[in-house]
């Protein structure tokens, strides 16, 4: 089992930054690869960016590319959300997930954290 909590989320006024955190518990050392999905109410979750276990490789959601980026530190077992430039339709929960294959597929993570609201807005 792996646990996973979010923190780091709140309030940002368009064009700010928000840096959001997850940090995993449990069989850490399982080689996963770490995803971050957002969901705003009545719409479906969706993909924002995964990071592969070395960090060697990652992919963001176009609507996200060249603004967020995902970082990891193995050691600590903790996985990060750089947001800049953010907009109103950034307005989400955002979940932390960590699975075995990188995968913009939400089916592909078993281990989800509970989710930590970012709010953007002036």
């Known amino acids: 089992q792996v646990q996973l909590v979010e923190s780091g989320g709140g309030l940002a006024q368009p064009g700010g930054s928000l840096r959001l955190s997850c940090v995993a518990s449990?069989?850490?050392?399982?080689?996963?690869?770490m995803g971050w999905f957002r969901q705003v109410p009545g719409k479906e979750r969706e993909f924002v960016g995964y990071?592969?276990?070395?960090?060697?490789?990652?992919k963001y959601a176009d609507s996200v590319k060249g603004r967020f980026t995902i970082s990891r530190d193995n050691a600590k077992n903790v996985v990060y959300l750089q947001m800049n430039s953010l907009k109103p339709e950034d307005t989400a929960v955002y979940y932390c997930?960590?699975?075995?294959?990188?995968?913009?597929?939400?089916?592909?993570?078993?281990?989800w954290g509970h989710g930590t609201q970012v709010t953007v807005s002036s």
């Open positions: 990071i592969t276990y070395n960090g060697g490789s990652t």
């Open positions: 997930a960590a699975g075995t294959y990188a995968s913009n597929s939400q089916d592909a993570y078993y281990y």
């Open positions: 449990g069989r850490t050392s399982i080689r996963v690869t």
